[in-house]
């Protein structure tokens, strides 16, 4: 786990110094940079497997023809490597130099052969062609920048700064999918000219032609709308099989090893197979105490749970306090996620990074994924509950949408107004996408200067479904957003940057390669059976886990969202949103958000995320602009 940088410019040189010196918390260990006539490529380094020299990056093959900046782990490194080591002179046990000697023996081949977590750039020196690598599901970050005579990457979009003539012009559209989702999908940041390397794709050019420079993509998450059919039985075992394999692969370090705890299923599940694999080892594991003022939103304490499930496995439960100064955090929380993203979680994985660094526990696990995979999210129940009203008039839908702006309780009040408004939309499809959303576009568009009326922010989720053409089943159609978007873009995209913040690597045993490659095969009704969702996997856990840490309520990270936004946060909300400071980026209508601000104050409408979210807006434009 590292950060890599790379850049073609009139001032490559001193500017590769700047770009990875910016990104120096990803990889305290060591760093280094190539350097030639055209390109300069920089590395820093998170020293996680051959702690030795022979790991240093930049790396270069015996010949000096090629050299890569790498950034992940591969944890399959060894199976690629015993097929070619009789024929290459390999120094190291480092999986850097497998992907080095793979690339040189298989060509792009290489990429679908690798299971793990990566962004990488190679070059050719002979023919001078780069090629830059993202994973099949976006769990390590890759920013590019290309205009004119200068092309730029990096793993955080923070170096891409450095370049002294860089285009900052925003796009509008993008800054809505921030507003909308809360987070942006797909290739899009903030800026028109930055973007993020698909998950799944590669950059190829020449360095002498720009004009050469084209992205491929190289992998699509296989949903074919074709399941393998067997009993419960034998799902649940072959389920089973393809997670212990997982969680044992990625358990590969030469560096301490720890786990995340939330006390739901899917943390807690890694765990205990972790302890199955290895039962005489001691893992530290690591969660979060419920904020007080969390209980009054409606989150209900995960702690008892994590210590029920630590007690279960004779394991070491280290509580990390809660305490958040959300005031003097919010900013620099901004800064680390490189993008608006407007979520409180991000602080639960950064302090309890911290902690894991200060105990010498530099590798974590966690459960991130299985909700993506399996089932688990709100909004995947209400396609259950959609069938269920079917024979409902949509008109009456409305009418009980229109009713719930009486009842108490911020939470519900919102939740119920999302699920009946989904029925303003004819099309299903329509209906899928738009249970993304959080604030209506049309709303959206008021707070903005310029108009944005035909930007419809689903299209890029309905226009995915192009690439899955089999796949029919809604349920699966959703699972591939999240696969393909929530997670990178949103829940990945946190993770990496506020545990690497700390210089942590986290890793995710259920994205796993195969394992999701045999996700795509379980037939829908053993994912979400009825409204129970995570069914198959329930199952499972119910062989190491007990039942009512399984069978509980879902919580998030409970932090008290509406009670920042309409306290703590209040006097920097005044001041961001006055009239004076809108005046100077001129893309906001100050009376417009205040209006916004005053009704969710007032309680007239539930809009603290939204809020939170224009905060978020305002905090990175002060901060990269």
């Not at 990875?20 to 060591?30: C, K, L, M, N, S």
């Not at 300069?40 to 000096?64: E, Y």
């Not at 800064?335 to 526990?361: F, M, T």
Request: aromatic fraction near 12%; hydrophobic fraction near 40%.
């Amino acid at each position: 786990m590292c950060g890599i940088t790379g850049i073609l410019h009139a001032q490559h040189t001193e500017l590769v110094t700047k770009m990875t010196q910016v990104i120096a918390h990803r990889g305290p260990d060591d760093f280094g940079y190539y350097h030639d006539e055209i390109i300069s490529l920089g590395h820093r380094r998170l020293s996680i497997q051959d702690l030795s020299q022979n790991g240093h990056q930049p790396m270069f093959t015996a010949d000096q023809r090629y050299v890569i900046v790498f950034n992940g782990e591969i944890y399959n490194h060894w199976d690629i490597r015993k097929d070619i080591v009789h024929k290459y002179p390999f120094k190291s046990s480092s999986d850097t130099e497998t992907i080095l000697y793979g690339f040189v023996e298989y060509g792009i081949n290489i990429l679908n052969k690798l299971n793990g977590i990566f962004a990488f750039a190679i070059l050719d020196t002979f023919e001078m062609e780069l090629t830059i690598v993202r994973d099949q599901f976006g769990v390590k970050p890759l920013y590019y920048y290309h205009d004119n005579n200068v092309m730029g990457f990096a793993s955080e979009l923070k170096s891409l700064l450095q370049i002294p003539d860089m285009d900052k012009n925003i796009s509008l559209e993008n800054l809505a999918n921030y507003l909308y989702f809360l987070w942006s999908p797909g290739a899009s940041t903030p800026f028109k000219n930055v973007e993020k390397l698909l998950p799944g794709h590669y950059i190829q050019m020449n360095v002498n032609d720009q004009s050469s420079f084209k992205i491929e993509k190289y992998y699509e998450i296989p949903f074919t709308g074709n399941y393998i059919r067997l009993t419960e039985k034998e799902w649940v075992n072959k389920l089973e099989s393809a997670l212990l394999k997982a969680v044992e692969m990625q358990m590969l370090s030469d560096v301490n090893i720890g786990f995340f705890l939330s006390g739901g299923l899917d943390s807690s599940l890694i765990l205990a197979m972790a302890k199955k694999i290895h039962p005489d080892k001691t893992f530290n594991c690591y969660t979060i105490g419920c904020l007080k003022e969390s209980k009054k939103e409606g989150f209900a304490d995960d702690l008892p749970y994590a210590n029920k499930v630590a007690k279960h496995l004779n394991l070491p439960l280290t509580i990390v306090k809660a305490d958040i100064n959300i005031l003097k955090d919010f900013d620099q929380m901004i800064y680390h996620l490189d993008e608006p993203q407007s979520d409180a979680a991000p602080l639960n994985v950064w302090n309890i990074c911290k902690q894991a660094r200060e105990k010498g526990d530099i590798v974590l696990l966690g459960g991130t994924g299985g909700d993506d995979l399996f089932s688990g999210y709100r909004r995947h129940q209400w396609l259950y509950f959609d069938n269920k009203l079917n024979l409902i008039p949509v008109p009456i839908k409305l009418f009980l949408k229109s009713l719930s702006y009486i009842l108490p309780g911020y939470a519900i009040k919102r939740r119920i107004q999302k699920f009946f408004g989904i029925y303003k939309f004819d099309n299903k499809t329509d209906q899928l996408a738009s249970l993304y959303g959080w604030l209506d576009i049309g709303q959206i568009n008021k707070l903005f200067i310029s108009n944005l009326k035909k930007f419809d922010p689903g299209a890029i989720l309905k226009n995915s479904l192009n690439s899955i053409p089999g796949e029919k089943n809604r349920l699966n159609q959703m699972l591939f957003w999240e696969l393909k978007y929530f997670l990178p873009d949103h829940n990945l995209n946190y993770t990496d940057k506020m545990s690497m913040a700390y210089g942590v690597e986290v890793r995710v045993p259920f994205l796993d390669k195969d394992l999701v490659e045999l996700s795509c095969q379980i037939p829908p009704e053993l994912k979400m059976k009825g409204k129970e969702t995570k069914y198959l996997l329930k199952k499972v856990a119910e062989r190491y886990l007990p039942k009512d840490v399984i069978y509980r309520p879902k919580t998030g990270f409970g932090a008290p969202v509406r009670d920042w936004v309409t306290q703590d946060l209040s006097s920097m909300i005044d001041i961001s949103f006055s009239k004076q400071n809108h005046e100077k980026t001129g893309i906001f209508k100050p009376e417009a958000i205040n209006q916004l601000v005053s009704d969710n104050k007032k309680g007239y409408v539930d809009a603290s995320y939204s809020v939170w979210s224009l905060l978020a807006i305002k905090s990175w434009i002060n901060q990269f602009i």
